[in-house]
T-cell receptor, first 112, second 115 residues
Framework: QKEVEQDPGPLSVPEGAIVSLNCTYSNSAFQYFMWYRQYSRKGPELLMY????GNKEDGRFTAQVDKSSKYISLFIRDSQPSDSATYLCAMSRTSGNTPLVFGKGTRLSVIA | GAVVSQHPSWVICKSGTSVKIECRSL??????MFWYRQFPKQSLMLMATSNEGSKATYEQGVEKDKFLINHASLTLSTLTVTSAHPEDSSFYIC???????????FGPGTRLTVL
């Protein structure tokens, strides 16, 4: 079993839809969770980061962490064509200078 | 966040030559930088952890003699692909870790094509 599982998609939604992206993980030691957005041929861009369980909201984005289920989610409200990208979840055990473990990424297309 | 640059953004070279890729942390002194490679439609694969003033830590399966990493200062790490071959063609990305949550900030990436 891989440490982090993420459905690669592709996921196609109409403009304005609510998008739900998810990752599951197997290692209960993960405490720090991040979501990145990557456009084609670009480096990943940090969208959200959270610690332990709970919700965090930033504009149209909401990140949720359920450590009891080892499940994290990213919700995008009022999706826009500019949200079309690959979304990667990432996590780590510690808070400083350690490599992240990434999911495979989910390709999202928002159709106008 | 942190601002990270990479140079060059793309490079084409002949098989057998060496290519150096620079990663700079522009607004933050980074004792640790990370190097990843990414093949088309695949996720990031960690190659090595670059530590300022000491030897890099390579992931299993990554040839340290082929992928030379030098972290010469708190703002610069370089990755040199030695004797490059077509199978080394990939997207190479560096990152720095900053903040209490181990947030990592990535450079724009370098696309290497070996002919």
């Amino acid at each position: 079993q891989k440490e982090v599982e993420q459905d690669p998609g592709p996921l196609s939604v109409p403009e304005g839809a609510i998008v739900s992206l998810n990752c599951t993980y197997s290692n209960s030691a993960f405490q720090y969770f991040m979501w990145y957005r990557q456009y084609s041929r670009k480096g990943p861009e940090l969208l959200m980061y959270t610690y332990s369980s709970g919700n965090k909201e930033d504009g149209r984005f909401t990140a949720q962490v359920d450590k009891s289920s080892k499940y994290i989610s990213l919700f995008i409200r009022d999706s826009q064509p500019s949200d079309s990208a690959t979304y990667l979840c990432a996590m780590s055990r510690t808070s400083g200078n350690t490599p992240l473990v990434f999911g495979k990424g989910t390709r999202l297309s928002v159709i106008a | 966040g942190a601002v990270v640059s990479q140079h060059p953004s793309w490079v084409i070279c002949k098989s057998g030559t060496s290519v150096k890729i620079e990663c700079r942390s522009l607004d933050f002194q980074a004792t640790t930088m990370f190097w990843y490679r990414q093949f088309p439609k695949q996720s990031l694969m960690l190659m090595a952890t670059s530590n300022e003033g000491s030897k890099a830590t390579y992931e299993q399966g990554v040839e340290k003699d082929k992928f030379l990493i030098n972290h010469a200062s708190l703002t610069l790490s370089t990755l040199t692909v030695t004797s490059a071959h077509p199978e080394d063609s990939s997207f190479y990305i560096c990152s720095v870790s900053r903040g209490s949550y181990n947030e990592q900030f990535f450079g724009p990436g370098t696309r290497l094509t070996v002919l």
